[in-house]
């Protein structure tokens, strides 16, 4: 394993914020992930897993030792004719996940097709996109607890999953996801009912739908909603879409007949945060080097020489506007170091 110094994070993080780790070293095993760990204990240095670094905001050098997972391993355990167990080490760029596991005739994962990041970080944001929660397909997962340094191995019920988060966002920093264990099908049902979704296979037109097209259409919607981030620098979705009772959601409809909304099993409404941000004209709107995108107003973005402190401060503004005007506190999503 190899130690840096001052390493210089700003092509390991999506927004590009040019900030230093004080040291650094890249894990491409359990055995190096444990090695680093140790390391930085005998060293008295905190610890810091950094993954593919799409859902952080950088507002200063991380002190310490700054792990960079990269093993990068999918492996397939069929547990039944049509059925199988699909590892990936945490390194694993998440959409070349997505794409392996259709490659092999899988399904499952193609409405998370295009979600930038590593498959170490998926679990404790809980990814999901289109209909589609990770905790709809995870089955275990791999992690090393950093204060002890014992291994353990999670089932789905033990992450605590919710609507982006888990076990792990809350106990921040405590554990290292090295591996997550995936459920998947040939003959799993596909999932097409989000609107967007449906929109775009109604006008496809096609007559026969499968794990692919599907994902295909899921990269065109966001490409099209979406800048990538190697060419305008962003976290994707900087705010999450709130959640509302039912009451609230009839007395801001009756006042806002155009809020865009969706009813959660539980009786609850998720709001579109998205719509919120573009009905207060922010979207397009810039900021000196930072700004909100202009073809989705969930989406904040640096357009080069930025901090994180002024993406902070517009999202602040932003969040503010929300709650003057409709009484809804936005949540945001990334991880602000």
């Excluded at 004080?22 to 095993?29: D, F, L, N, P, Q």
């Excluded at 080097?289 to 932003?318: M, P, R, S």
Aim: aromatic content about 8%; glycine content about 8%.
């Amino acid at each position: 394993m190899q130690f840096e110094q001052n390493k210089p994070l700003k092509h390991l993080n999506s927004l590009a914020f040019e900030h230093t780790a004080e040291h650094y070293v890249e894990a491409k095993s359990e055995d190096d992930l444990a090695e680093a760990r140790e390391h930085a204990v005998n060293k008295n240095w905190p610890l810091f897993i950094l993954g593919g670094g799409t859902n952080i905001v950088l507002t200063q050098n991380i002190k310490g030792l700054v792990v960079h997972p990269v093993g990068t391993s999918i492996d397939y355990q069929a547990t039944s004719k049509d059925q199988s167990l699909v590892t990936a080490n945490a390194g694993t760029n998440w959409h070349e996940l997505v794409l392996d596991s259709l490659r092999h005739g899988y399904a499952g994962l193609e409405n998370l097709s295009l979600i930038p990041g590593a498959a170490g970080a998926a679990p404790v944001q809980n990814i999901g996109a289109y209909g589609v929660e990770l905790n709809q397909r995870l089955v275990t997962l791999r992690a090393l607890h950093l204060p002890s340094g014992q291994w353990r191995e999670f089932t789905n019920k033990e992450c605590e999953f919710g609507y982006r988060t888990s076990l792990f966002k809350r106990l921040k920093g405590e554990y290292a996801i090295s591996s997550i264990s995936l459920q998947l099908s040939k003959s799993l049902p596909l999932n097409t009912q989000y609107a967007a979704l449906k929109h775009a296979l109604d006008e496809a037109q096609l007559n026969e739908v499968n794990a692919k097209m599907i994902s295909d259409l899921v990269c065109q919607i966001r490409s099209q909603k979406l800048p990538d981030p190697n060419t305008l620098s962003n976290v994707g979705s900087f705010f999450q879409n709130p959640i509302v009772s039912d009451a609230q959601y009839q007395s801001l409809k009756d006042k806002h007949p155009g809020l865009v909304a969706y009813p959660q099993s539980d009786g609850q409404v998720k709001l579109a945060a998205g719509w919120l941000i573009d009905t207060l004209g922010f979207r397009g709107k810039r900021d000196g080097a930072v700004g909100v995108h202009d073809k989705q107003a969930l989406v904040l973005v640096n357009f080069g020489g930025g901090t994180g402190e002024q993406l902070l401060a517009l999202a602040e503004t932003i969040r503010q506007r929300v709650k003057e005007s409709f009484d809804v506190v936005l949540k945001i999503e990334p991880n602000v170091m």
